[in-house]
């Protein structure tokens, strides 16, 4: 199978598919979160474990010293070897920058506090949005101490309207898409096919407690990679300290031609969440950058569930990459279903592939 990128690829930031896949989880962000992170690494891992040339120079997890004597630990380091010492030609950082959840409003005003036929109301009003878009959520009955009747609706065409048993500690999301259309899940449901457009805005409103016939109802805002820009700078650094220390240089376009030993290679998910001055940035300092599209990174979530079940989140290390024989098969499963067509180069726009080509460490279109 082959993905068009074009599917994923829009001039705007927007809340990626990841997120639906790992909602379906009700796991803590950063525990879930970590976990995108790794599974990044293991399936760069395993694309460059298709070289033996580089796995015979790889070291992972090395701190590489540039030029202003900093440590910078990346998560491949490859090097040639000679008598005497070690040098390196090559580098590949890994980085993913998810949702963040955070509370809409300060010192406790994220909170809504109402009994029952009260309701309250959450504003969207994005710039991009043709015109604003409210929702509403009414309390239709207290149930039980840990159960609420709401019903949700929203001023939006088509008319938006469900109702549904709200327990304590569920979460649900409400959601404008691409299109300005209205959306909202329920909790535990599939994001993936309760909300199958890409979305645009998205908060998340939990039923937080009931108390003497009151419901209280917490409000979060999901933002798209607010760290984006940080991360940018972070790796750029990266590749300018190393470069300066192996070719003598800081910028990419200074290395005289057949001059150039040290190669840079930065890989990122959730690339929607990445506005364009990161872009900008990474691309003016990075020898490559390439990303994983959501649907590879979804369909490895999928593969080791069904492979590991309950124990999917602890096989997914490189750690476990290297001692589990099933874990290197699922990896290389996904490689192969999706053709090795799993990283793309943002500048060439093509997908490419890791190889050891006269000493240094070369991305290529792959054929």
Known sequence: MRIDINTEL???TYITSVYKCIANYNLKGHQIGRKIGDMLEILTMGAVCQNPQLVERLSTEEKLEGYTTAGHKVEFGFFNKDQNSRHLFGAIECKCVGVEETTSGKNGRHLRKITTNESFEIEFTGRWQPAPVTFQLKVKRIVTPNT???VIFANSTPEVRRTFLFNVGENIKIV????????VTTAHGNMLEEIPTIIRTCKTIRLQSVVSETAVFALFDCLTGPQTIEKAKQASLVAMDLRKKVDGYWGKEE???GQKHMTFVHVICEFSHWEKKSQNVIKTCIDHNVIVPDAVIIKAFELFEERFGVQMLNKISKKEFERDQDVRQAINDILTYYENRVFYDIVIRKYV?????NHSLVVTPVV
């Not at 691409?178 to 959306?183: G, S």
């Open 255 to 257: 290395v005289p031609a």
């Open 148 to 150: 609420v009747e709401v």
């Open 353 to 357: 592939k890791f190889g050891y080509s």
């Open 176 to 183: 404008i898409d691409e299109e300005n259309h209205c959306l």
């Open 10 to 12: 829009r001039d705007f």
